[in-house]
């Protein structure tokens, strides 16, 4: 149990996190696969004023140099 002042943030994290990790499976395997470009899924975060925090963002490029070096 997590012990908060604000647990609707706290869930919202929590789920956002969850949410992140699915969908970066998904979007580095069609970069891999060249369905897409990094630029056309990191530019839709732009265009809608969405930061991604840096920790994010090194697992992303950790992760699709890893599809990408699997791939060969």
């Known amino acids: 149990m997590i012990e908060t002042r604000h647990p609707n943030i706290v869930k919202g994290v929590l789920i956002g996190k969850k949410s992140w990790g699915l969908w970066l499976n998904e979007w580095t395997d069609g970069i891999s696969e060249g369905s897409f470009t ?6 839709q ?7 991604i925090p840096e920790s994010l ?14 791939r060969r």
Not at 38 to 43: H, T, V
Not at 45 to 51: A, K, P, S
Not at 57 to 70: A, G, S
């Open 45 to 51: 975060f732009d265009d809608n004023g969405i930061v």
């Open 57 to 70: 963002l090194r697992d992303f490029e950790n992760r699709l140099y890893q599809k990408r070096v699997n």
């Open 38 to 43: 990094r630029d056309e899924i990191l530019g």
